[in-house]
């Protein structure tokens, strides 16, 4: 059985492993500082319009690492129970990636990403044959609307319905049911902006400017 405590050091490692401002600290190696330039927000995209596309893909993949490292410490710290271990790991990377106690050390103020690299780590060990069918859902409708966020949240949603699918026929677990919802809410959250400004049509798109 495990003990509260474990659970309580998954959560603290997995929010502290978030917290890690990638594009931030890739943005400052190029003289930018990421959060006053274009939407402010420390995520791949805005890195990709400030900085370069280069810059903002390998900060993607430094948060996809973050979920990754932060699942596989939470398995081991909590071996009995792999599938909780993953579900608050990753959840926990997520709103420490959001709201990052690193940047608010740095800039006095609460803030972070949208969450959707570490989500998207976290689904190459939950489920990666649907991660790559939604990622390539997604690539498809960049390629025709060049709108990151819709193709972010179109393939997100399509992700996590799919995992719920696979909960109710016994492929996973019902732990997961909690990770579909709660992280898709995440996601939503962190986007809602984007979606006002897809709705009124005035969302950037990629290749423009920050």
């Given amino acids: 059985m495990i003990d509260n405590s474990t659970w309580i050091a998954v959560a603290i490692v997995a929010y502290l492993l978030g917290s890690i401002p990638s594009a931030w600290l890739i943005a400052r190696l190029h003289g930018v500082n990421i959060f006053e330039v274009g939407s402010g927000n420390m995520g791949g995209t805005n890195v990709a319009r400030a900085v370069s596309p280069r810059a903002g893909q390998i900060v993607g993949l430094m948060d996809m690492a973050k979920s990754i490292v932060a699942i596989l410490v939470a398995r081991a710290l909590a071996p009995e129970q792999p599938d ?8 926990a990377c997520m709103v420490g990636h959001n709201w990052s106690v690193i ?52 393939g997100v949603t399509l992700v996590m319905l799919w995992i719920l699918v696979m909960v109710n026929a016994g492929e996973l677990p ?37």
């Fill in 103 to 154: 940047v608010l050390l740095l800039t006095r103020e609460l803030r972070g990403g949208k969450g959707a690299a570490v989500l998207f780590g976290s689904l190459l060990l939950v489920a990666p044959l649907q991660f790559l069918v939604s990622l390539a859902v997604g690539l498809v409708l960049l390629r025709l609307t060049r709108y990151m966020s819709l193709a972010v949240l179109t």
């Fill in 174 to 210: 019902e732990i997961y049911n909690g990770y579909a919802v709660l992280g898709a809410l995440l996601i939503y959250v962190r986007f809602l902006g984007n979606i006002r400004r897809l709705l009124s049509g005035t969302e950037r798109r990629v290749g423009e400017s920050a």
């Fill in 84 to 91: 909780a271990a993953t579900v608050l790991a990753t959840l």
